[in-house]
């Protein structure tokens, strides 16, 4: 397994953007594919977005399509979540997460196996 480390978080207006990094250590940063999490308080973990091994394929949560993108660059080990049109309810703790294997998809929390320790992101009206 990698170990994670977020990075990136802080306050913002709402309208406003945020990049998020999740650095990984190891050297078989390519063989796992990616995501990202998020947890508000009083709520469950949810699916974010996910990222295949080679970054071709994506896919993300319906509240953050359009507005949220996420990338990967193998060669720094590391996974990003752009976040722009940042509203209220955008608001949580967010967390890298890895896991063997193809997909990279998977919304349920138990399916991934490593986690950053998290980022939090607070967005102000």
């Known amino acids: 397994q990698v170990q994670l480390v977020e990075s990136g978080g802080g306050l913002v207006q709402a309208g406003g953007s945020l990049r998020l990094s999740c650095a990984a250590s190891?050297?078989?940063?390519?063989?796992?594919?990616m995501g990202w999490f998020r947890q508000a308080p009083g709520k469950e973990r949810e699916f974010v977005a996910g990222?295949?091994?080679?970054?071709?394929?994506?896919d993300y949560a319906d509240s953050v399509k359009g507005r949220f993108t996420i990338a990967r660059d193998n060669a720094k080990n590391t996974v990003y979540l752009q976040m722009n049109s940042l509203k209220l309810e955008d608001t949580a703790v967010y967390y890298c997460?890895?896991?063997?294997?193809?997909?990279?998809?998977?919304?349920?929390?138990?399916?991934?196996?490593?986690w950053g320790q998290g980022t939090q992101v607070t967005v102000s009206s």
């Open positions: 997460a890895s896991r063997a294997g193809s997909i990279y998809n998977t919304a349920n929390a138990n399916n991934w196996g490593s």
């Open positions: 990222i295949s091994r080679s970054g071709g394929s994506t």
């Open positions: 190891g050297r078989t940063f390519g063989s796992y594919v």
